[in-house]
């Protein structure tokens, strides 16, 4: 299934396409974003390092019906990205996102997480949701525990900022719907 655009109260949740390399190029490489990242993100972030993500990362998986990557927009301001949210058919790890530090606090990682948990459960017929953090990554973490997941295993991680404890957090199709019927 291809990626679909999505809308919240105040988002524009757009498909990923190249022609947005370019803004996350210029908001992406802070280390408050990526410290929390899977190590896999280059750091220092590369001068090309979106354009490669795009198009040899996102684009591909969504192309194989693996993954399902959106821009966030704030409806207020359509043309500006302030973030990344994507589902990836891998196990245990099918949700991941990123949001610019000056919009956090305000509940859009919320509602973005709540548009494509809805698409995973209903638009993609999946059984379970998982995702891996960060222990340390206190508001993944408390998105995590609003949106009634629960905490199912706890090992080491390699992340940009180094080797971390991981929680992997899951919510099944059916604990989701008696939470959102």
């Not at 590369?46 to 959106?70: C, I, M, R, T």
């Not at 995590?144 to 404890?165: C, F, I, N, P, T």
């Amino acid at each position: 299934m291809a990626t679909p655009p999505l809308e919240t109260e105040r988002l524009l949740l757009k498909p990923l396409t190249p022609e947005d390399a370019p803004q996350i190029q210029r908001i992406f490489p802070r280390w408050e974003i990526v410290r929390y990242l899977v190590a896999s993100v280059p750091w220092p972030y590369p001068d090309n390092g979106a354009q490669h993500y795009v198009e040899n990362v996102a684009l591909p998986a969504s192309k194989e019906g693996k993954g399902w990557f959106w821009t966030l927009r704030r409806k207020a301001e359509p043309q500006e990205v302030i973030g990344v949210i994507c589902l990836m058919d891998t196990p245990d790890n099918n949700r991941g996102f990123w949001l610019v530090p000056e919009y956090e606090g305000q509940g859009y990682m919320t509602e973005a997480c709540q548009a494509v948990t809805r698409f995973w459960f209903t638009d993609l017929d999946r059984e379970v949701l998982r995702a891996p953090k960060a222990a340390i990554n206190s508001r993944s973490r408390s998105l995590s525990e609003r949106s009634g997941m629960r905490l199912v295993r706890v090992e080491k991680g390699q992340y940009v900022a180094g080797e971390l404890d991981t929680e992997l957090w899951e919510i099944t199709r059916e604990e989701w719907r008696r939470l959102n019927p």
